[in-house]
């Protein structure tokens, strides 16, 4: 005859608190400022494709300049949009005693 298998009985998880997240509490990762230079990215991209729709097959924008706006679009401008912050202010620096226990 089989054995039954017995299935290992699981403890059930608390959950703390402290490390419980909401949405709600965390501020947005990227600032205005982000916004602003992602948007000019998409724009520098977007210029870059129309400059690529040009008839001609051998002119200049499609061959030259629209690479360079892509590349500058993707590569520079939209990870600098996404690494971006502004600089603290500069004062004196103040630190903290260290609290023993």
Same mark, same amino acid.
């Given at each position: 005859? #089989?054995?039954?298998? *017995? !299935?290992?009985?699981?403890? $059930?998880? *608390? !959950?703390?608190?402290?490390?419980?997240? +909401?949405?709600?509490?965390?501020?947005?990762?990227?600032?205005?400022?982000?916004?602003?230079?992602?948007?000019?990215?998409?724009?520098?991209?977007?210029?870059?494709?129309? #400059?690529?729709?040009?008839?001609?097959?051998?002119?200049?924008?499609?061959?030259?300049?629209?690479?360079?706006?892509?590349? +500058?679009?993707?590569?520079?401008?939209?990870?600098?949009?996404?690494?971006? *912050?502004? +600089?603290?202010?500069?004062? $004196?620096?103040?630190?903290?005693?260290?609290?023993?226990?």
């Amino acid at each position: 005859m #089989a054995k039954p298998i *017995r !299935k290992p009985i699981r403890k $059930p998880v *608390r !959950k703390n608190e402290q490390n419980h997240r +909401s949405l709600i509490s965390e501020p947005l990762p990227l600032g205005r400022e982000n916004y602003f230079i992602l948007g000019a990215g998409i724009l520098v991209i977007v210029a870059g494709y129309l #400059a690529m729709l040009e008839g001609s097959v051998e002119g200049f924008l499609p061959l030259v300049l629209s690479p360079i706006l892509l590349v +500058s679009g993707y590569c520079v401008v939209i990870p600098i949009g996404i690494m971006y *912050r502004k +600089s603290a202010p500069k004062g $004196p620096a103040v630190a903290e005693p260290l609290k023993q226990a």
